[in-house]
Nanobody
Framework: QVQLVESGGGLVQPGGSLRLSCAAS????????IGWFRQAPGKEREGVAC?????????YYADSVKGRFTISRDNAKNEAYLQMNSLKPEDTAVYYC???????????WGQGTQVTVSS
């Protein structure tokens, strides 16, 4: 079973950018679909973006981030990424990566990485 660890969060001003990383161990990342999720205080965890496994490679984005966020993967480094541009205060949340594209499909959550968008 693949284990994933998120990193790259931080404090950024509105309009700024961050790149989140998702490092895999225990298995080869390219065989899994990889999803990024987030949970804001008082809200349910939601899917943000997903990239299919290496056989497909198609991507999915939530409407709220479409055009601003880009999901990618580097199979050689066994990592996935979430490039976040034009960040808004409503993007503030703990971000998680997981080997699934839906919240229901995730068996175990990591610790996540905090993203705070504030001036």
């Amino acid at each position: 079973q693949v284990q994933l660890v998120e990193s790259g969060g931080g404090l950024v001003q509105p309009g700024g950018s961050l790149r989140l990383s998702c490092a895999a161990s225990g298995s080869t990342l390219e065989y899994y679909a990889i999803g990024w999720f987030r949970q804001a205080p008082g809200k349910e965890r939601e899917g943000v973006a997903c990239v299919a496994s290496h056989r497909d490679g198609s991507t999915y984005y939530a409407d709220s981030v479409k055009g601003r966020f880009t999901i990618s993967r580097d199979n050689a480094k066994n990592e996935a990424y979430l490039q976040m541009n034009s960040l808004k205060p409503e993007d503030t949340a703990v971000y998680y990566c997981a080997p699934a594209c839906t919240v229901r499909g995730v068996r175990t959550w990591g610790q996540g990485t905090q993203v705070t968008v504030s001036s």
